[in-house]
């Protein structure tokens, strides 16, 4: 049955008409009106690949080293609160598939499993982000426990100091803890499997942490509430206490990107939430290359926003990343589909990126450099800096 799914839009059609309205603005919205959103894909549409020829590709390399280990593909599982959401069972679907094709797969702080279920159905794969709301030492609570559990990548999510307006979210009456409105009986009523599912699966909470109407803790913490106490001397403070990788997701600024290298942080990922936080951003793709020539050719990075194909994949490592996240896809996938969505999602994306590397002559996706790039017209694309 997913064989009739042929590309990423292909799914999230699909999961538009299974999911309800509210939990699909939940996924497929973004911040204001929308344009950063777009623009991540509309700008990564824009950069062309050079066909090349003449060049043995009959074997391609779609595995790769990264941050200390040997992953099966490129791409991996961006960190997404209540994925269960999209679907009931989405958290287990992301993790198996993850086991299967050797990819990382991120818990969110907002989470809809809990920090050791994640990690003991992943394993290595297993990544944990880090959100920290009103109480710090809350969240260095949840720092101990990912170490506990026996995580080794910790990503540290900077781009929320405060929640963005997301209006069709807004307009469909979402909000955490969930209170029922007449329009979602009708919502809901519409679309009978997802309700069915999700009473069987149980309504989807935030598993790690405490909202507040189930009382005050150290972990308590509402999704609209400031998360931009942090700065500077807490990063210290985290990368003295985790011994592990550390990551700073949602980095944008080149100047940022190389104060977070020297505080000594393993990674940098350079992300505008998917066009979920600041509307008037600039497109992720288009820091890319800035933030690459900034940090210096071997330091460590990691993209997302505005991921939708396997060529997009390899546009951004051509573009400067050494690996790429996909958020939305993947929803759209279990949306679609549940596990078997999620599934096809991965095997589309990896028949693509193969497809790719065939087409510009990388035998292996280790090597993607900017010479796979296509300048064709003087400043119709991303200014490519000093790559
Ligand atoms: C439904 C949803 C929930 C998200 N929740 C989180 C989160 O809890 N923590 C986080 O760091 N990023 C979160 N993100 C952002 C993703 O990690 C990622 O940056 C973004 O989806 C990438 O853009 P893309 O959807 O265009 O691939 C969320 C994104 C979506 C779509």
């Given amino acids: 049955m997913t064989r009739t799914f042929h590309c990423l839009d292909d799914l999230r059609r699909a999961a538009r008409r299974r999911m309800p309205g509210i939990t699909f603005a939940l996924v497929d919205g973004a911040a204001g009106s929308e344009i950063s959103n777009h623009l991540n894909c509309d700008r990564l549409e824009h950069v062309r690949l ?5 060049v043995d590709i009959s074997d391609r390399t779609l595995g790769k080293p990264f941050l200390g280990q040997n992953w099966g593909l490129p791409f991996g ?17 992301l993790a198996a598939a993850a086991v299967h094709y050797g990819m990382p797969v991120c818990l969110s702080t907002f989470g809809s499993s ?5 990690r003991e159905r992943a394993g290595d794969n297993a990544w944990f982000q880090l959100y920290v709301g009103p109480s710090v030492e809350g969240a260095l609570e949840l720092v101990a426990r990912a170490e506990k559990a026996g995580y080794q990548y910790l990503v540290l999510t900077v781009d929320v100091p405060v929640v963005s307006a997301r209006i069709r979210e807004r307009r469909h009456g979402l909000e955490v803890p969930f209170r029922m409105q007449p329009r979602n009986f009708v919502d809901f009523a519409l ?6 599912q999700t009473l069987i699966e149980g309504v989807p909470k935030p598993a790690n942490v405490v909202l507040p109407d189930a009382g005050k803790s150290k972990t308590t913490f509402t999704r609209n509430e400031i998360r931009g106490h942090i700065d500077w001397d807490f990063l210290d403070r985290l990368r003295e206490l985790w011994q592990g990788k550390l990551i700073l997701k949602g980095v944008m600024s080149p100047a940022d990107a190389v104060r977070i290298r020297d505080a000594g942080a393993d990674a940098v990922y350079v992300s505008n939430h998917g066009g979920r936080q600041l509307d008037a951003a600039p497109p992720a793709i288009d820091m890319l290359p800035q933030i690459r020539a900034a940090v210096g050719s071997d330091y460590p990075l990691i993209f997302d926003s505005g991921v939708r194909s396997g060529e997009g994949v390899v546009k951004a490592l051509a573009l400067g990343a050494d690996f790429v996240l996909l958020g939305r896809a993947f929803l759209y996938a279990a949306g679609a589909a549940g596990e078997r969505g999620v599934f096809r999602l991965v095997d589309l994306l990896s028949e693509q990126v193969a497809l790719t590397l065939g087409q510009i002559g990388y035998p292996d996706v280790g090597t993607i450099d900017r010479n796979a790039l296509a300048v064709t017209q003087a400043g119709d694309l991303t200014d490519l800096g000093s790559v």
């Fill in 77 to 93: 599982i961006a960190p997404m609160g209540m994925c269960n959401l999209a679907w009931p069972g989405t958290d287990k679907a």
């Fill in 114 to 118: 809990t920090i050791e279920d994640t």
């Fill in 50 to 54: 050079m066909p090349r020829v003449l």
């Fill in 191 to 196: 679309h009978p499997a997802w309700v069915f």
